[in-house]
Nanobody, 113 residues
Framework: QVQLVESGGGLVQPGGSLRLSCAASGSIFSINSMAWYRQAPGKERELVASITSGGGRNYADSVKGRFTISRDNAQVYLQMNSLKPEDTAFYYC?????????WGQGTQVIVSS
């Protein structure tokens, strides 16, 4: 089992920045990849960015050049710059491990003036 705790969400003005953090605990030795998803009101959950154990990164087209995913052992971060109102959503940490797929509880990001 892997437990995930997210932090770093909040209210920010358009053009601003936020950094999301996700700390994994438990069977972290079994983690293959870590990712961030988001879900806006009335929309399906979508992949924002992912990073493999080897450091390979993948980004949604809508966030390329603005968001950066990084990983430090059992923690994953999402640096979000040049935020837009359409980035408003609940952001969820996701881990794919040998033991299964796990989700954090979500952290809300609101981009508004």
């Amino acid at each position: 089992q892997v437990q995930l705790v997210e932090s770093g969400g909040g209210l920010v003005q358009p053009g601003g920045s936020l950094r999301l953090s996700c700390a994994a605990s438990g069977s972290i030795f079994s983690i293959n990849s870590m990712a961030w998803y988001r879900q806006a009101p009335g929309k399906e959950r979508e992949l924002v960015a992912s990073i493999t154990s080897g450091g390979g990164r993948n980004y949604a087209d809508s966030v390329k050049g603005r968001f950066t995913i990084s990983r430090d052992n059992a923690q994953v971060y999402l640096q979000m710059n040049s935020l837009k109102p359409e980035d408003t959503a609940f952001y969820y940490c996701n881990v794919r491990a040998v033991t299964g797929t796990y989700w954090g509880q979500g952290t809300q990001v609101i981009v508004s003036s």
